[in-house]
């Protein structure tokens, strides 16, 4: 049956399924950084992060976070609930990387004394802007309540994840989730979770695992990803 493409965005594509509910990603084997400005593939990539996704938001079912993945169908394809999606980005922070550590002029890897919650709001034209909870709630993004409960959720995901990625030898150092408004007005996690929105370093080496091998030109981002699914798939789901 032919699904007629409804979106496409930087790394999935979102297809219309026979049911209104449900939607078919696609992920696809593209890697953008920097807003797209730097832009990359390889062949299979679409199909580990949505091997690797399965397998975590079947780790999340078993510890009763609601989630919008249903099935999936091929190896690079899932159904999902669709949802309104919130337009922010949720990052659990449990190490100093990235744009943090750049914006104060820090070092990354220092653990940080308790996991940080930050928003971004979801615009690509903007880049994405660091946003306060009363600025979400202003501009209509998110009620207070939802904002509560993204966060709470993201870190509990953060308590399910930090000592399942240890038993297999990874640091979860950051990561960004998604949330959407299921078709019954109740939010779930949506989108994806993946080395493309983590960062995961190995525990004996601090060796990355994850995208910013492609940011940083760091090379073997196949094998890394690889790895990473590998590892995965040994913990219990
Ligand atoms: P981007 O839009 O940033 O380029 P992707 O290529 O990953 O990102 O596209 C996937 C899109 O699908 C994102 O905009 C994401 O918010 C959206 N999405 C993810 N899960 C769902 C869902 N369950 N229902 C509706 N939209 C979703
Ligand atoms: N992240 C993401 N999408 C974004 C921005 C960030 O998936 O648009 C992820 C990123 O991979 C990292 C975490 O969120 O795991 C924190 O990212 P950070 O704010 O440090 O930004 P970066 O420097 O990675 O752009």
Not at 195 to 201: A, E, G, N, T, V
Request: glycine share 6%; charged share 30%.
């Amino acid at each position: 049956m032919t699904q007629k493409l409804i979106y496409e965005g930087k790394a999935k594509k979102i297809f219309e399924t026979s049911n209104p509910n449900e939607l078919m990603m696609e992920y696809k084997d593209s890697l953008t950084a920097f807003n797209a400005l730097k832009k990359g593939e390889f062949s299979g990539k679409g199909q580990l992060n949505c091997q690797i996704s399965t397998h975590l938001f079947k780790l999340l079912s078993k510890n009763k976070i609601p989630h919008h993945w249903i099935r999936t169908e091929n190896k690079n394809q899932m159904v999902v609930v669709k949802t309104k999606i919130i337009p922010l980005e949720v990052v659990v922070r449990n190490i100093i990387a990235g744009s943090l550590a750049k914006k104060l002029g820090i070092e990354e890897g220092r653990a940080l004394k308790k996991p940080l919650v930050e928003l971004y709001y979801k615009d690509d034209a903007l880049g994405d802007p660091f946003v306060s909870d009363d600025q979400a709630f202003e501009f209509g993004w998110a009620q207070p309540d939802q904002l509560q409960q993204m966060k709470k959720l993201a870190l509990t995901i953060n308590e399910i994840l930090t000592p399942s990625f240890a038993e297999v030898g990874l640091k979860v150092v950051d990561f960004k989730l998604e949330f959407g408004l299921d078709p019954s007005g109740v939010l779930v996690l949506a989108d994806e979770i993946s080395p493309d929105c983590m960062r995961l370093w190995d525990m004996q080496t601090n060796e990355k695992m994850d995208k910013d091998r492609f940011r940083r030109d760091l090379g073997n981002i196949e094998g890394a990803y690889k790895q990473v699914l590998e590892r995965i798939e040994r913990i219990q789901v």
